[in-house]
T-cell receptor
Framework: GAVVSQHPSWVICKSGTSVKIECRSL??????MFWYRQFPKQSLMLMAT?????????EQGVEKDKFLINHASLTLSTLTVTSAHPEDSSFYIC?????????????FGPGTRLTVL | AQRVTQPEKLLSVFKGAPVELKCNYS??????LFWYVQYSRQRLQLLLRHISRESIKGFTADLNKGETSFHLKKPFAQEEDSAMYYC????????????FGKGTRLSVIA
């Protein structure tokens, strides 16, 4: 299957700093990328949907000014957590899908563990 | 709104015993249902989807529209089946993301 990578795999930062997480589709062009957040022992919660070249669509309750998403190319999407605080500590997972066909599979990255001190 | 419910957080079975991981969904339209699996320290990966009607690693799942369920079954559990299992739903139309249940941790005891 297709491969989605994330970088970094883990990051520790001080409160108030910004952190950028990259998500790349390695062997396919991703029309759509999704960002999920997973708290310990909980399910994946969708944060936003991003289509290449357009603004991301955020889920209710997700602050778009805090979680900046850029999808500048068909193989790269970035999530920037601005002015991070300890409550932002979580596991962030990106997912990518080829095309718009309803039966296209959604591939997942390995996740990025963010710890804010 | 779409919702996926997995009532069991943890399911422990002995090796060789049958396994059933429950999943119920709520959606007014026609959904596509999936089971994803996450082995220890690995990424989430697709196990099976209802439209494929296939058996993967001995697992099967049948979509029951009357009961709005998509339970995952395997007749004989193996130790390597121990993992986190997530049921997910996606509307059949539109470019929409997967919506996940909370997951069930399956532990197969030797």
């Amino acid at each position: 299957g297709a491969v989605v990578s994330q970088h970094p795999s883990w990051v520790i930062c001080k409160s108030g700093t910004s952190v950028k997480i990259e998500c790349r589709s390695l062997d396919f062009q991703a029309t759509t990328m999704f960002w999920y957040r997973q708290f310990p022992k909980q399910s994946l919660m969708l944060m936003a949907t991003s289509n290449e070249g357009s603004k991301a669509t955020y889920e209710q309750g997700v602050e778009k000014d805090k979680f900046l998403i850029n999808h500048a190319s068909l193989t790269l999407s970035t999530l920037t957590v601005t002015s991070a605080h300890p409550e932002d500590s979580s596991f962030y997972i990106c997912s990518a899908r080829v095309g718009l066909a309803v039966n296209n599979e959604q591939f997942f990255g390995p996740g990025t563990r963010l710890t804010v001190l | 709104a779409q919702r996926v419910t997995q009532p069991e957080k943890l399911l422990s079975v002995f090796k060789g015993a049958p396994v059933e991981l429950k999943c119920n969904y709520s959606y007014s339209g026609s959904p596509e249902l999936f089971w994803y699996v996450q082995y220890s320290r690995q990424r989430l990966q697709l196990l099976l989807r209802h439209i494929s009607r296939e058996s993967i690693k001995g697992f099967t799942a049948d979509l029951n529209k009357g009961e709005t369920s998509f339970h995952l079954k395997k007749p004989f559990a193996q130790e390597e089946d121990s993992a986190m299992y997530y049921c997910a739903l996606r509307p059949l139309s539109g470019n929409t993301p997967l919506v996940f249940g909370k997951g069930t941790r399956l532990s197969v005891i030797a």
